[in-house]
Antibody, heavy 120, light 108 residues
Framework: QVQLVESGGRVVQPGTSLRLSCDASGFSFTFYGMHWVRQAPGKGLEWVAFISSDESKKDYAASVRGRFTISRDNSENTLYLQMNSLSSEDEGVYFC??????????????WGQGMLVAVS | DIQMTQSPSTLSASVGDTVTLTCRAS??????LAWYQQKPGKAPKVLIS???TLENGVPSRFSGSGFGTEFTLTISGLQPDDFATYYC??????????FGGGSRVEIK
């Protein structure tokens, strides 16, 4: 079955960097677009970034554009999110998620369990 | 970017009620809308895609409708398992993905 397992979340100081990883299994990773979605404590879902299956398309939310970089390694079935210049606004649970399609962003059909990033 | 506005933010209802949640887009997104259910401490689960297509395994009491800028999610005969927060998400290919702020369905 589809599994998405995030790692890399921890407590970091403001202004520093952090890289999140997401290990994918149970499906052909190469054929699907992927997202990062976050949720601040007690708040709603916020879409962060999308990457197409072949990395030709990358999209970012305005709140992270220029600070965050999404990437993937199809040979390792792994999704990444490099986060720079972190602030308290970036704190929350980060979900790795699979897009239903491969090219442009569509809807999300599978989610990881989520991982906490704290900025303090 | 397209703004998604959900209403109400909270709704109190009883088991067996029919509830309707609304999601409005700041500009037309055709049918490119999905609905998700999220329970506390859990990842969201997709219920509906393309505004009205029920995902596999989702109970038929859930239904979606709408086109353009106004969409609804209806739960016909609310069950105890349905008390949760519901989010809409637009995925029009010309704009970045955005979620609505959520509608929480609580027990009256």
């Amino acid at each position: 079955q589809v599994q998405l397992v995030e790692s890399g979340g921890r407590v970091v100081q403001p202004g520093t960097s952090l890289r999140l990883s997401c290990d994918a299994s149970g499906f052909s990773f190469t054929f699907y677009g992927m997202h990062w979605v976050r949720q601040a404590p007690g708040k709603g879902l916020e879409w962060v970034a999308f990457i197409s299956s072949d990395e030709s398309k990358k999209d970012y939310a305005a709140s992270v554009r220029g600070r965050f970089t999404i990437s993937r390694d199809n040979s390792e079935n792994t999704l990444y999110l490099q986060m720079n210049s972190l602030s308290s606004e970036d704190e929350g649970v980060y979900f790795c998620a699979r897009d239903r399609d491969w090219g442009s962003p569509s809807y999300i059909d599978y989610w990881g369990q989520g991982m906490l990033v704290a900025v303090s | 970017d397209i703004q998604m506005t959900q209403s109400p933010s909270t709704l109190s209802a009883s088991v067996g009620d029919t509830v309707t949640l609304t999601c409005r887009a700041s500009q037309s997104i055709s049918i490119w809308l999905a609905w998700y259910q999220q329970k506390p401490g859990k990842a969201p689960k997709v219920l509906i895609s393309k505004a009205s297509t029920l995902e596999n395994g989702v109970p038929s009491r859930f239904s979606g409708s709408g086109f353009g800028t106004e969409f609804t999610l209806t739960i016909s005969g609310l069950q105890p398992d349905d008390f949760a927060t519901y989010y809409c998400q637009q995925y029009d290919s010309y704009f970045p993905v955005t979620f609505g702020g959520g509608s929480r369905v609580e027990i009256k």
